[in-house]
């Protein structure tokens, strides 16, 4: 499996930026693609975006098309997302998650990291 770890979530003003990172350890080798998740409170958790391993190939919820931008650095095992513009309803716990070669689901997932947007 692989262990994820995300960072640089915090508290923003609406309009403002933020960058997270995932870091990911473990048997990376066998990852297919990782993705941003995100979960508010009271709300189900929610896809975000998505980004083939190998790179290239993205996915985004159509609430951040043209605001959040999705990347990754393999030869680090580095994960990021870019969020800019961001809104109060951005507020979320935001976890990475990776889906090994073969599986249909994200198999692992990080803890989370907390961004609050004040309006």
């Known amino acids: 499996q692989v262990q994820l770890v995300e960072s640089g979530g915090g508290l923003v003003q609406a309009g403002g930026s933020l960058r997270l990172s995932c870091a990911a350890s473990?048997?990376?080798?066998?990852?297919?693609?990782m993705g941003w998740f995100r979960q508010a409170p009271g709300k189900e958790r929610e896809f975000v975006a998505r980004?083939?391993?190998?790179?290239?190939?993205?996915d985004y919820a159509d609430s951040v098309k043209g605001r959040f931008a999705i990347s990754i650095d393999n030869a680090r095992n580095m994960l990021y997302l870019q969020m800019n513009s961001l809104k109060s309803e951005d507020t979320a716990v935001y976890y990475c998650a990776a889906q090994r070669i073969g599986r249909l689901q994200y198999d692992s997932w990080g803890q989370g990291t907390q961004v609050t947007v004040s309006s």
């Open positions: 980004i083939r391993w190998s790179g290239g190939s993205t």
């Open positions: 473990g048997r990376t080798g066998s990852t297919y693609a």
